[in-house]
């Protein structure tokens, strides 16, 4: 049992109240998932030629400045660091490439949670509640967000297998529920070469959702395709730089409310995590159908 929410902001003048909106959402949910929690969320994209790193480190007490001094003279420019805690954000012009072997030549404990234009996400081992306050979520802006707190059923509890997980660019997966085949799904991307971080049987739909759309399909045709791919009870929530999407497996095993007014859509497992959103009692409620396609464009 785990919780999903996400939340997407309809105007521009609103994105500030992103975190602040969101925080008692996933507070609802931390009983559904005490063991971590992660979050994603979308904001102002960098320029063209940057990319935005969202990393990881082991200890709390990382010295990111030194971490800074190094990765300005191995790039050969000034990278620009906001760090909370044990979690950093990373802005280079630098190849993806080059930012990505450094990291692991040189800091091979630090775990690059993502990588986009204007993906951001923290997540970590702990209740809810407190991995919330760690990285001050609520003070996070955005258009739109996906956040989790997971309850461990079949792989470890550590950062690297919280939610949300990621793929190539600006994409990321949150899931509630239990896959059956991640094995054979593996099977078939690895050969392509496609490269697991972990035995967490979300990655596999991520990671399968991900190539889909990098070998052509759009995100809609992209789930409509893993409809026979992935095996399980599932609820999906997944983002991308303009998007918020919602399915459900063929039998809808796994809950999902939603609610939309004229500011915001706002989703999570149960309507508890809703009940204190601004104007929720005049929102449209729905339950999402089974094996239905849910987006909302940002």
């Known amino acids: 049992m785990c919780g999903i929410v996400g939340l997407l902001v309809k105007k521009p003048g609103l994105r500030a109240q992103l975190g602040a909106w969101m925080m008692p ?8 998932g005490p063991d971590s929690a992660g979050l994603a969320v979308f ?7 940057q990319r935005k790193y969202s990393l990881h480190a082991p200890r709390r007490d990382f010295d990111w400045h030194a971490f800074g001094v190094a990765i300005d003279r191995a790039l050969g420019e000034r990278v620009d660091i906001k760090a909370s805690g044990n979690h950093a954000v990373v802005i280079a012009r630098a190849a993806r490439d080059a930012v990505e072997t450094f990291v692991e030549a040189e800091y091979p ?18 209740n809810p509640v407190e991995v919330a306050q760690r990285y001050r979520f609520g ?17 470890a509890v550590t950062p690297a297998h919280a939610h949300p997980f990621t793929a190539g660019e ?23 070469g496609i490269e697991f971080e972990t035995d ?7 990671r399968y959702l991900e190539w889909r759309m990098r070998e052509g399909d759009d995100l809609e045709a992209a789930i409509a395709a893993s409809f026979t791919e992935l095996d399980g009870f599932y ?19 796994k809950p999902a409310v939603v609610a939309e007014t004229d500011d915001y859509v706002a989703i999570a497992s149960e309507f508890r995590s809703l009940a204190r959103l601004p104007g929720v009692k005049h929102a449209t409620l729905f339950e999402p159908a089974p094996e239905q396609i849910y987006v909302w464009k940002s």
């Open 43 to 49: 904001g102002d994209a960098v320029d063209g030629s």
């Open 109 to 126: 404990a630090l775990h690059v949670l993502s990588v986009g234009r204007t993906i951001d996400v923290y997540k970590d081992t702990g």
């Open 235 to 253: 609820t999906l929530l997944i983002g991308t730089r303009d998007k918020l999407a919602l399915v459900r497996d063929p039998f809808a095993c």
């Open 25 to 32: 959402m996933l507070v609802g949910m931390a009983e559904r």
């Open 139 to 155: 003070d996070l802006g955005g258009s739109h967000l996906v956040g989790h707190t997971r309850m461990a059923t079949e792989s």
């Open 170 to 192: 600006d994409f990321c997966l949150v899931h509630n529920g239990s896959l059956s085949n991640p094995n054979s799904v593996r099977r078939k991307l690895e050969p392509l």
């Open 200 to 206: 967490n049987d979300t990655e596999a739909a991520c």
